[in-house]
Each structure stands twice: as structure tokens, then as C-alpha cells.
């Protein structure tokens, strides 16, 4: 719902969090930053996101880094800082997170303030995915629709390289 704001409203967003709350207290905690994030809502508030993402962080939840990523990468606070989330996301990945690839992979596919560069995203992505990120699979898709075979044969080259250095 967070990822799709246009099709859903902040309202019903807000109380699945609550449901969640009463579960696990601290993934409705990073629910409730990412809710924080959403642009297209009134609820947006940059500082609310921020305590709780730094709140998460203090507490060591496994993907606090990701959300302080997300956070540069919106530009919640002002103007996006695709530099700050990429070397969030480089940290993260490094570390061991697929999800970190998969934010690299998009974030090269379609991020904002930064240029595009469908061959790193392609690189990215195909890493999510041989790592277990699922998700990456449709970028994937929608990247081959577009790239020349010598641009996918790049990417893979890249991609070993990659799977050679990265922490499993």
C-alpha cells in the first residue's frame, strides 16, 4: 500500500499498521516511517520518519539502514541525495542484504535526481535476484524489453564480478 499510494488511501494504510502494532511492535515501527515517506499523502512528515528510522536503527532492526536509504533516495526531507542512499544501499548490500541490490537496481532504473543507467540496473538486479530478492525478477523483465544483447552481456560480466566480492 506504502509503495502504491495512488491506489490506496492513507487511511486504510494507517490502520493495517495499527493491526501490525499489536503483533510486532517494531515492524509497525518501520512501517509507520515508511508511511511517514509516502508523497502523494498529507501524512507525509520527514521528521517523524527520521526519529523513528533513527529510533530503529538504535534498536539494530535489520533493515533500519534500507529505510535511512529510502529516506535520501525520496528526498524526504528536502531534495533527493541518490549519492547518500547509494552508499547506504553499497553498506547494506556489502553486508549481505538482497534488498539492498534490488534499491540499487531500481534506484539505477528509475530513481529520481540521478541518470538512469539501465545496464547497472540490470547489473543490480540480476544480483538480487541470484541472491534469493524475488522481487527483482519483473525489473528484470521490463529491462530486457529495452537493453541490446550486448548491454545484457555487460551487465552479467559486471554481475560475476560482483558475486565474486559479495557477502553471502
Known amino acids: 500500500?506504502?509503495?502504491?499510494?495512488?491506489?490506496?488511501?492513507?487511511?486504510?494504510?494507517?490502520?493495517?499498521?495499527?493491526?501490525?502494532?499489536?503483533?510486532?511492535?517494531?515492524?509497525?515501527?518501520?512501517?509507520?516511517?515508511?508511511?511517514?515517506?509516502?508523497?502523494?499523502?498529507?501524512?507525509?512528515?520527514?521528521?517523524?520518519?527520521?526519529?523513528?528510522?533513527?529510533?530503529?536503527?538504535?534498536?539494530?532492526?535489520?533493515?533500519?539502514?534500507?529505510?535511512?536509504?529510502?529516506?535520501?533516495?525520496?528526498?524526504?526531507?528536502?531534495?533527493?541525495?541518490?549519492?547518500?542512499?547509494?552508499?547506504?544501499?553499497?553498506q547494506q548490500a556489502q553486508a549481505g542484504s538482497t534488498a539492498a541490490w534490488y534499491r540499487m537496481a531500481t534506484l539505477h532504473a528509475y530513481g529520481r535526481a540521478i541518470c538512469h543507467d539501465p545496464v547497472k540496473a540490470y547489473t543490480y538486479a540480476r544480483v538480487a535476484l541470484d541472491l534469493g530478492e524475488n522481487g527483482a525478477r519483473s525489473l528484470l523483465k521490463r529491462l530486457e524489453k529495452t537493453l541490446k544483447k550486448d548491454d545484457i552481456e555487460r551487465a552479467l560480466v559486471a554481475r560475476n564480478d560482483l558475486l565474486k566480492e559479495a557477502t553471502l
Open 1 to 90: 500500500m506504502i509503495s502504491n499510494p495512488t491506489e490506496h488511501n492513507a487511511e486504510e494504510t494507517q490502520s493495517l499498521i495499527d493491526q501490525v502494532k499489536t503483533q510486532e511492535p517494531t515492524r509497525a515501527k518501520a512501517l509507520q516511517a515508511s508511511f511517514y515517506m509516502v508523497n502523494n499523502w498529507l501524512t507525509l512528515d520527514p521528521d517523524k520518519a527520521r526519529a523513528l528510522i533513527d529510533e530503529l536503527i538504535a534498536s539494530h532492526y535489520p533493515d533500519a539502514q534500507l529505510l535511512l536509504g529510502e529516506y535520501y533516495s525520496k528526498g524526504v526531507e528536502d531534495e533527493p541525495d541518490q549519492q547518500k542512499a547509494l552508499a547506504i544501499f553499497q
